[in-house]
């Protein structure tokens, strides 16, 4: 059975650094690309960023460029996002999901709440 | 970027009916789209892939249509489970693109 479980995340003050993680099981983690996936309270679904499946190349929406680094580390079977410079907009429950390049996201973590606030 | 637009935001309709659901590109993502079911405090779940692909364990009752700029979403004959809020979603370009989704609601 396909698992993502998503960590990290909590309240954080505007301009702080939270770093989430997102454990993946039954599935070959290294041959899929992965991706962050946030959605506002009450808002619609954002795409954040995504990983190829070495590492080699990552994407990421450009109201986070610059602030946001995607990562992840095949042997533990993990992804990252390490979140600086946190702003109120920023506030989401942020998923990881799996994706296949030019496809659909076809699995997905439970999401981890992130709330900036002072 | 390319903008994914929704028709209806909501819609009200009984167990039994039939729902259909519209999506549109600003521009032609060929047969790139993809269409999410999210229930309240859930994840996400994927239905259907590239246009009209069932995702394994998704009844036959949701279909999909559409090619270019137009797309569909068809649940035959709605049921308690499906009140929720549908997705569409381009996987053509950069960035990945959503909807701003279709609530579903009971009549």
């Known amino acids: 059975e396909v698992q993502l479980v998503e960590s990290g995340g909590g309240l954080v003050q505007p301009g702080g650094s939270l770093r989430l993680s997102c454990a993946a099981s039954g599935f070959t983690f290294s041959r899929y690309w992965m991706s962050w996936v946030r959605q506002a309270p009450g808002k619609g679904l954002e795409w954040v960023a995504n990983?190829?499946?070495?590492?080699?190349?990552?994407y990421y929406v450009d109201s986070v460029k610059g602030r946001f680094t995607i990562s992840r580390d095949n042997a533990k079977n993990s992804l990252y996002l390490d979140m600086n410079s946190l702003r109120g907009d920023d506030t989401a429950v942020y998923y990881c999901?799996?994706?296949?390049?030019?496809?659909?996201?076809?699995?997905w973590g439970q999401g981890i709440l992130v709330i900036v606030s002072s | 970027d390319i903008q994914m637009t929704q028709s209806p935001s909501s819609l009200s309709a009984s167990v039994g009916d039939r729902v259909t659901i519209t999506c549109r590109a600003s521009q032609s993502i060929s047969t790139y789209l993809n269409w999410y079911q999210q229930k309240p405090g859930k994840a996400p779940k994927l239905l259907i892939y590239t246009v009209s692909s069932l995702q394994s364990g998704v009844p036959s009752r949701f279909s999909g249509s559409g090619s270019g700029t137009d797309f569909t979403l068809t649940i035959s004959s709605l049921q308690p489970e499906d009140f929720a809020t549908y997705y569409c979603q381009q996987s053509h370009t950069a960035p990945r693109t959503f909807g701003q989704g279709t609530q579903v609601e009971i009549k």
């Open positions: 990983i190829k499946e070495d590492g080699s190349e990552n």
């Open positions: 999901a799996s994706m296949i390049f030019g496809g659909p996201f076809d699995y």
